[in-house]
């Protein structure tokens, strides 16, 4: 009996090991696959901290790009792709597939910054053997200068209402960068009938009037004032007089730098080509009417004295661009920081012109209130235009455009104004 009863336990324990295999051989894979799964959990974890991390490095590169370098769109984007890429670790899977992310860019118009969004395949090296799909890794990122960016207008106003005002079916279009106003009004900023602003960034130091269709996009209220961008670049020296009360009356003509006591006047269908130089206008108007055409490069204009300011009308041809070097490069207009209203005898800096599809260059005037009317394009033809003004209006029905091609024009920008440097920062 005893012996049999061995036989019986050896056979009992013999099922037992058979039984165990059995059900192991059948949780192994189960076992393996969890097992996997967490390794490449972890591994997810880990991947998705470096996409992260690569995308907020793309975000600050590409708005450093697109706000300090003043690159274009396509340079903008491949600046987010190869800063991005480089960024991310270099990873690969047990099939030797490399992971490789994809940055896309967005320029975010309602507070001047750009959005990387970043994708990227999960890595998988044992759920790969498993035939399921998983969602790809997608994260994003924002960045924006802080305290800079590209600043295009300037309404120096400091508490009186409309300094910048637009009325009628005007427009003043500033897609690439920022105009603040520094009027602390409620109404400092009006834009009201038909009227349309359209920027990359509007700041106002005060409030705002107008609909929402008025404005493109919304406008930041409250911004802190910027101070005179340009207050430190020094005034043309104004010598003797070398031309008197000038006035061109048709037919062809070639002017030469200098300073025109009395002002220029510019009339009756003359055809005026301005030598490259600074043009002083002192005591009275630069006058350009009755279809008289000027035409000049690296040509700079400076008003100082009484009555002394432009106008022109809607009947003249205007192509102006501002010099390359010398003591007003980069500078189209600037008028004198030592005029008062007195000195204008209340008249204003007036560009009614229906063709001046060129003004190269920054046009500077801290005490003077520039007045833009007419039907048609203003500038729009010109590698950059900059206007820092007390007050800027723009009536009737122009579309004023400040372009932003720094980089397409050998005449400087000033410090202060255009590519500003400044710190990127991540907001988002």
């Not at 030469?256 to 080509?273: E, I, N, Q, R, W």
């Not at 209130?369 to 800027?392: F, M, Q, W």
Request: charged share 20%.
């Amino acid at each position: 009996m005893k012996a049999k009863g061995g036989h019986i336990v050896r056979r009992w324990l013999g099922a037992r090991s058979g039984n165990v295999a059995l059900n192991f051989a059948l949780i192994a894979p189960v076992l393996m696959a969890m097992i996997g799964f967490g390794i490449d959990y972890s591994t997810w974890n880990n991947q998705s901290d470096r996409l992260q991390a690569a995308a907020d490095a793309a975000a600050i590169a590409a708005a450093s790009e697109m706000y300090l370098a003043n690159a274009s769109t396509s340079q903008v984007s491949s600046t987010a792709q190869i800063v991005g890429s480089a960024n991310l670790a270099t990873q690969m899977d047990t099939h030797g597939n490399v992971a490789t992310g994809k940055f896309a860019t967005e320029v975010l118009v309602d507070n001047g910054g750009i959005k990387v969004t970043a994708t990227q395949d999960r890595i998988r090296n044992f759920t790969g053997l498993i035939p399921m799909e998983l969602a790809p890794f997608t994260t994003s990122a924002v960045a924006r200068p802080m305290g800079g960016g590209r600043i295009c207008a300037v309404m120096l106003e400091p508490d009186n209402s409309k300094a910048l005002y637009m009325t009628k079916k005007s427009r003043l279009t500033a897609k690439g960068c920022a105009i603040y106003s520094n009027s602390t009004s409620s109404q400092g900023l009006v834009v009201d009938s038909s009227a349309k602003l359209i920027t990359e960034f509007t700041c106002s130091a005060g409030g705002k009037a107008g609909k929402t269709y008025n404005f493109e996009p919304q406008p930041q209220l409250d911004c802190p004032p910027i101070v005179d961008p340009l207050r430190y670049r020094p005034e043309p020296k104004v010598g003797a007089c070398k031309f008197t009360d000038t006035e061109i009356e048709g037919g062809k003509h070639t002017l030469s730098p200098g300073v025109y006591c009395g002002g220029l006047t510019v009339t009756d269908d003359a055809d005026v080509t301005f030598e490259a130089g600074v043009y002083i206008i002192k005591d009275g108007e630069f006058t350009v009417e009755k279809g008289g055409s000027v035409t000049g490069e690296y040509v700079g204009f400076f008003f100082t004295g009484k009555k002394s300011v432009l106008y022109f009308a809607a009947d003249s041809h205007i192509d102006l661009k501002a010099p390359r070097d010398g003591e007003m490069a980069g500078i189209l207009f600037f008028e004198s920081r030592q005029m008062t209203e007195k000195d204008k005898d209340k008249s204003r800096q007036l560009i009614k012109s229906n063709d001046a599809r060129n003004l190269l260059g920054t046009i500077y005037m801290p005490k003077g209130e520039l007045h833009v009317e007419g039907n048609s394009p203003i500038a729009d033809r010109s590698a950059y235009t900059i206007i820092v003004v007390k007050s800027l209006q723009v009536d009737e029905g122009p579309n004023l455009v400040l372009n932003i091609g720094y980089g397409d024009t050998d005449v400087p920008v000033p410090d202060g104004v255009g590519p500003v440097s400044a710190n990127v920062a991540l907001v988002q």
